[in-house]
């Protein structure tokens, strides 16, 4: 079975450019979050969707926004790019939404560089 | 607010060795509390969690952790290093039963000499 699918793996922006970043769940999941991984620091949880709603949000600004299809997949875009969000970012996704009940599997990434 | 704090951002073992990631969280509430790992280049894989069955919890690739509730600890640990365990492992607490979001650590890399 196939696992947290991301596209793109790679990718380099410049700033004030915009980004749209892209996960497929595990079939039959319908939880997803994302979390940014500066180098060198844990992963930061950015939202979490389940039911094609937000259930949470992390501490980030309004420049970041997502959402959740039909299908269960969902998308992270990010606004006016600072150098800042250069990151790996994660998807994760579960078949139960709280994160205690329902073991996450982590996709392995989109690379974001900001030049 | 959870949070947890990771003592020693690198440890180095031989193989054969214990292995020791030393992990302490804070919490007001009773925690829920994970271990994860990353290799390179790849997301991150469950080990073990905690969710107030039992304190000795084990998880996959012979590693254990133990809920200290009098100390705010959860370490995690290996009796016998193999090389393979080289890559980054994460503490992280959860926010409640019904949260949504896991707080990790900063990490530890674990580096493992032949």
């Known amino acids: 079975d196939a696992g947290v699918t991301q596209s793109p793996t790679h990718l380099i922006k410049t700033r004030g450019q915009h980004v749209t970043l892209r996960c497929s769940p595990i079939s039959g999941h319908k939880s997803v979050s994302w979390y940014q991984q500066v180098l060198g620091q844990g992963p930061q949880f950015i939202f979490q969707?389940?039911?094609?709603?937000?259930?949470g949000r992390g501490n980030f600004p309004d420049r970041f926004s997502a959402r959740q299809f039909p299908n269960y997949s969902s998308e992270l875009n990010v606004n006016a790019l600072l150098l800042g969000d250069s990151a790996l970012y994660l998807c994760a996704s579960s078949f139960a939404r709280g994160a205690n009940t329902g073991e996450l599997f982590f996709g392995e990434g989109s690379r974001l560089t900001v030049l | 607010a959870q949070s947890v704090t990771q003592l020693g951002s690198h440890v180095s073992v031989s193989e054969g060795a214990l292995v020791l990631l030393r992990c302490n969280y804070s919490s007001s509430v009773p925690p829920y509390l994970f271990w994860y790992v990353q290799y390179p280049n790849q997301g991150l894989q469950l080990l073990l969690k905690?969710?107030?069955?039992?304190?000795l919890v084990k998880g996959i690739n012979g590693f254990e952790a133990e809920f200290k509730k009098s100390e705010t600890s959860f370490h995690l640990t290996k009796p016998s290093a193999h090389m393979s365990d080289a890559a980054e492992y994460f503490c992280a607490v959860s926010e409640g039963s019904s949260a949504s979001k896991i707080i990790f650590g900063s990490g530890t890399r674990l580096s493992i000499r032949p």
């Open positions: 905690y969710t107030s069955a039992a304190t």
């Open positions: 969707y389940y039911e094609k709603e937000e259930r």
